[in-house]
């Protein structure tokens, strides 16, 4: 069980380190130039989606500062939502090092079908990244009752963020159409 740990570490040191290499190389399916020009200030019929509005200002005007954005919080997210399902089916955490491993086997998991060259500003990510995280407050608050009673407000937050999202988008594509 030991080497299984240590390879399940090591895996995820390599998954980063390629995720992160790769993250300025080749340009993605995305067309981040497009999300690019988009976070410029732009006539607000210029785009049939806004996802990119959400975050003008909080990030750089460059594609690797896009990427590296979608990466960390798709990593954060993904890291929560592991940590909330192992905390609801476990009483408490036997040792520290089951964070890391916890840690990477979400590194892993996230990334094991596509690489990470084409991570633009778009709807898909916002839902997935909103998607994780209500659902991790939820089994938090779920697991500690009255204690964390704010979680449930969150997760109710997050999910309306995500209802509101697809609705935008599909208004978007009825527009195009």
Known sequence: MKTLNISIVFSAI?????????LNKGFGVGDEAYFLQLLQYQPSNFSIISAHKFFQGWIGGNILSVRW???????????LFSLS????FQNVFPNRKQNVIIASLSIIALYIFY?????GI????INRILTLCSIACMLIAMKKGNKFWYLYIISGILI???FFIQFVNLLRLYQTF
């Open 14 to 22: 390599i998954v980063f380190i390629v995720s992160s290499w790769t």
């Open 85 to 88: 399902v192992f905390y609801f």
């Open 69 to 79: 954005f979608v990466f960390a919080t798709s990593i954060c997210s993904a890291y």
């Open 122 to 125: 778009d709807y898909n990510s």
């Open 160 to 162: 309306s963020l995500l």
């Open 115 to 119: 690489m990470p060259i084409g991570l």
